[in-house]
């Protein structure tokens, strides 16, 4: 039900200088979905009455993208005036006018932070009619962080920043995580007071904190029950520490919902993969977007598949897949690189060193070895020689290229599109297809071979090869013709 007490506000306006990217810092994919992608859904899995997300840093890109994410999440913008203070006042600006409920405050770039841990800092905010509630964490290395400072009697007393911190406030452990509760009443009133005057010359929300206990207020800091909860993006170090984390999450979730994963730590699964019981999925593979793997199917090793659907019982070994369908019990690679709109049949096989673009393979249609197949249909049961191309590119345009049913093609032939092989046709070897073939025709277009006798010994005499004809011919006739 939604709880129309609470507002959540995602800031995600900073620039993210540490990250040195063209990208914003929150746009950065984690586990396949951008990083605020990870702190909307949690926000929106608390169902709180709004959730408002404040941009100015590429404000266009980073609001398209929330947009994107969540239709419902309103965009406010920060002004020219700095700090997380200011941040929270543009969102407070933009929340209904009678909003006068509970303001829970979150960064776009903790991605890990989980509901239940966020449904409990708003729990234990209300129980103790707390004005302010602070989710901290207890760190070896606290750098960076602005710190828990609290009085004699363990009371949170304030948040002083790194940069202004004193030698003995910078020794302290306990530091803010940035995600924070307050009553909105008494945040909007001390958000006014607060100043820029201090050593990055932002309006910080922490100062905030001392505001309210100056005040008399109740502040409380509670925290985090593992620190890795409330770890921050601010880096490449940082992001990639958060994705195997992340990762390490998702894939032992998928083992614990029966699907076989013998390598952890090489195996990669984006958050909006799907995998049934029963699947396998083998070292060094990567499974991104929104790929679904059916019940038994086993893909990899060293298989990367990108939006791709891969059929029950299936196998897809050495492959790189964009946007392809893999049919029951269809066998795939080693080493196939299927592009987008490959359809493999049921039962059907793209073996080794094949290459298939915008092509359909009928159920059990093959094509084995060494091949280019793009802008094609393959009707059931057909075998495509080995070493075949559709030349499907006039340098103009792309054509298509159609096969039957039940066709066999020879080895090393070209489909010179738009060109139609009849159901149940044959090619023979080497032949480049320019005309239609008929259904149970065969086509053939190589020149007769000829065997000219004598070439080694008359034009290169004293080489091994003339030695090695000379001994041969000693005791056999050569062939006269060869078909
Ligand atoms: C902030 C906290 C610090 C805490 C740390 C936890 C303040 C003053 N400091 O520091 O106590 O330990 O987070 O990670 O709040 N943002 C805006 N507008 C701004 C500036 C920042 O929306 O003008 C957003 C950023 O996009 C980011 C979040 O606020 O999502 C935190 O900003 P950041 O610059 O990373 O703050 P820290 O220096 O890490
Ligand atoms: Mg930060």
């Known amino acids: 039900m939604t709880d129309s007490r609470l507002a959540i ?16 810092k929150v746009l950065h994919p984690l586990a396949g979905v951008p990083l605020i992608g990870h702190v909307l859904a949690t926000a929106r899995a608390l169902d709180p009455a709004h959730v408002v997300a404040v941009v100015r840093h590429e404000r266009d890109r980073v609001a398209e993208a929330i947009s994107a994410l969540d239709a419902h999440a309103i965009i406010a913008d ?13 969102a407070l600006a933009a929340l209904p006018a009678d909003f006068d409920g509970d303001v829970l405050v979150v960064s776009g770039d903790v991605p890990l932070l989980d509901a239940a841990t966020l449904a409990d800092l708003v729990d234990r905010h209300r129980r103790h009619e707390a004005a302010a509630t602070v989710l901290s964490a207890v760190l070896d290395d606290a750098t960076g962080y ?12 304030r948040i002083v920043e790194q940069k202004d911190a004193s030698e003995l406030e910078r020794a302290l452990t306990e530091i803010n995580s940035g995600t924070y509760v307050f009553r909105s009443a008494p945040l909007r009133d001390k958000l006014a007071l607060v100043s820029t005057d201090n050593a990055a010359q932002e309006k910080y929300l922490t100062d905030v904190i001392g505001l309210l206990r100056g005040d008399g207020h109740a502040v ?18 940082q992001l990639s520490d ?11 979730g998928w083992q614990l919902a029966g699907v076989t994963i013998s390598d952890p730590a090489s195996v990669w699964i984006d958050r909006t993969v799907t995998l049934d019981e029963d699947a396998e999925v083998l070292p060094g593979t990567q499974l991104k977007g929104a790929t679904s793997i059916a019940r038994g199917a ?10 791709c659907e891969v059929g029950e019982g299936a196998r897809v070994s050495r492959t790189d897949g964009t946007l392809a369908v893999i049919g029951a019990g269809a066998s795939v690679g080693p080493f196939a690189y299927l592009r987008p709109g490959t359809v493999i049949g049921d039962k059907g096989k793209v073996g080794t060193f094949v290459e298939t673009k915008n092509t359909t393979l009928g159920r059990g249609a093959k094509v084995p070895h060494l091949s ?22 006039d340098g103009v345009n792309k054509h298509r290229t159609e096969v039957g049913a039940h066709a066999r093609t020879g080895s090393h032939n070209v489909f010179v599109a738009p060109v139609r092989i009849g159901d149940g046709a044959y090619t023979g070897a080497g032949t480049v297809v320019r005309k239609d073939v008929a259904a149970g025709a065969l086509a053939v277009n190589v020149a007769p071979q ?34």
């Open 298 to 307: 086993v893909v990899g090793p060293d298989t990367t598949l990108v939006d």
């Open 146 to 157: 602005g710190r828990i400072v609290r009085n004699d009697s363990g009371a949170l007393d």
């Open 242 to 252: 958060a994705a195997q984390r992340l990762n390490a999450m998702i894939v032992r």
């Open 372 to 393: 280019y197949i793009g802008d094609t249909t393959v009707g059931e049961g057909t075998n495509i020689g080995a070493g075949t191309i559709t030349a499907n590119y």
């Open 78 to 90: 920060q002004d020219e005036i700095p700090g997380t203070g200011r941040a929270v006042e543009a």
């Open 9 to 24: 506000i995602v800031l995600a306006a900073g620039q993210g200088t540490r990250m040195k990217s063209q990208t914003p």
């Open 450 to 483: 000829r065997n000219v006798e004598r070439w080694v010994a008359a034009n290169r005499p004293g080489t091994a090869a003339a030695e090695a004809a000379a001994a041969a011919s000693a005791d056999t006739e050569p062939d006269t013709e060869t078909a």
């Open 220 to 237: 409380e800091a509670l925290p985090a029950g593992q620190s890795w909860l409330v770890a921050g993006v601010n880096d490449r170090v």
